[in-house]
Structure formats: structure tokens, C-alpha cells
């Protein structure tokens, strides 16, 4: 998908998976065959509420029936002044 950088950490309980470094944006993903249990799904709620940089992006990836689904968590606000 064009990205500069990933760094893979499946598998570590931690929130993510992918990290994904984008010339203008980051990703921040949790990939999932298809079930996310309700606490895993709040916790990243919850850490993409408190995110606010207009280019970094929490993600979770599913693949129910092998098609992938992407839902984006978080919609940085716009910056201006």
C-alpha cells in the first residue's frame, strides 16, 4: 500500500499489530480474522478518542468471509487557523 515503514507486533497483547509510516500519514492497526471481543474494541476506542494529530490514524482491519472490512476509529480534527 506504499508505506515507508511497518513494523509487525502480532500476537504481543499489545494494541496494535501493523504500524504503519506513510509519507503523510501514520496508521495505527488491529487486524482481526473477524470477531473483536467488546473490551478489545473499547480499549481502542478508547486510546483513538485521546488521539488529535490530524494524520495519525487508528484502524482495525477484519476479514469476515476473507473480504477485508477497514473501520476507522478516530477523525482527527482538522487543524487551521
Given at each position: 500500500?506504499?508505506a515507508?515503514?511497518?513494523?509487525?507486533?502480532?500476537?504481543?497483547?499489545?494494541?496494535?499489530?501493523?504500524?504503519?509510516?506513510?509519507?503523510?500519514?501514520?496508521?495505527?492497526?488491529?487486524?482481526?480474522?473477524?470477531?473483536?471481543?467488546?473490551?478489545e474494541?473499547?480499549?481502542?476506542?478508547?486510546?483513538?478518542?485521546?488521539?488529535?494529530?490530524?494524520?495519525?490514524?487508528?484502524?482495525?482491519?477484519?476479514?469476515?468471509?476473507?473480504?477485508?472490512?477497514?473501520?476507522?476509529?478516530?477523525?482527527?480534527?482538522?487543524?487551521?487557523?
Amino acid at each position: 500500500m506504499g508505506a515507508l515503514y511497518v513494523q509487525r507486533s502480532y500476537g504481543s497483547h499489545g494494541v496494535f499489530d501493523l504500524v504503519a509510516v506513510f509519507r503523510r500519514e501514520i496508521r495505527l492497526i488491529q487486524v482481526k480474522r473477524d470477531y473483536i471481543p467488546k473490551w478489545e474494541l473499547k480499549r481502542l476506542k478508547d486510546f483513538a478518542r485521546q488521539v488529535a494529530a490530524p494524520n495519525i490514524f487508528v484502524e482495525l482491519w477484519q476479514y469476515p468471509n476473507r473480504r477485508r472490512m477497514i473501520t476507522r476509529l478516530n477523525a482527527p480534527a482538522a487543524t487551521g487557523s
